[in-house]
């Protein structure tokens, strides 16, 4: 089925521990995001690649690195897990550029203990 | 920081009436504008995107725009328990990369 798919699901770590959350998309489009999604906080842009080669900060980006691997896969990694990077986060992707609107992720939810 | 606001609700409306979801946003020059509805614990999905002042209807739902008064609304008509979801409003800033900011979203509870 097209869309993104997003690995894993549910992921607990202990802090310091370091993971990386991957992404992939099967529309071909160049833009991909990714998002942390808190309560009250609504959705927080990371990261963003707006074309493969590229990849730009977003809103909130300490703690976090990224890798745009190829066109279709967009990666989010944790060096050093902390308590604060408990959250539920997102990737999406968009056709050319936000102006059409985003396909999300199942979303990955992440506990850092 | 350009900021998208909605009710937070919840928003109760009884199964076969009207919902209104409002949102305001205070970057006058933005030109593009969804809705998006996410159910508990799953993603945002796209549901409807509007560009030009005026109302734009898709099925039971109706975007409504008013750039001057930076105004965005979401109507649900024959609601349906199904629609009980928490919608987000999301409004492009016309950035290098068109930025998208969402708004907290507001939770609707259809009643049966």
């Known amino acids: 089925n097209a869309g993104v798919t997003q690995t894993p699901k549910f992921q607990v770590l202990k802090t310091g521990q370091s993971m990386t959350l991957q992404c992939a998309q099967d529309m071909n489009h160049n833009s991909m995001y990714w998002y942390r999604q808190d309560p009250g906080m609504g959705l927080r842009l990371i990261y963003y690649s707006a074309s493969e080669g590229t990849t730009d900060k977003g809103e909130v980006p300490n703690g976090y690195n990224v890798s745009r691997l190829n066109k279709r896969e967009f990666s989010l990694r944790l060096e050093s897990a902390a308590p604060s990077q408990t959250s539920v986060y997102f990737c999406?992707?968009?056709?050319?550029?936000?102006?059409?609107?985003?396909?999300f992720g199942s979303g990955t939810r992440l506990t850092v203990v | 920081q350009k900021e998208v606001e909605q009710n937070s609700g919840p928003l109760s409306v009884p199964e076969g009436a009207i919902a209104s979801l409002n949102c305001t946003y205070s970057?006058?020059?933005?030109?593009?504008f969804f809705w998006y509805r996410q159910y508990s614990g799953k993603s945002p999905e796209l549901i409807m995107s509007?560009?030009?002042?005026g109302d734009k209807e898709d099925g039971r739902f109706t975007a409504q725009l008013n750039k001057a008064s930076q105004y965005v609304s979401l109507l649900i008509r024959d609601s349906q328990p199904s629609d009980s979801a928490t919608y987000l409003c999301a409004v492009v800033e016309e950035t290098s990369y068109d930025k998208v900011i969402f708004g907290p979203g507001t939770s609707l509870s259809v009643i049966p």
């Open positions: 509007i560009y030009s002042n």
């Open positions: 970057d006058r020059v933005s030109q593009s």
């Open positions: 999406a992707s968009s056709g050319v550029t936000g102006l059409y609107g985003y396909t």
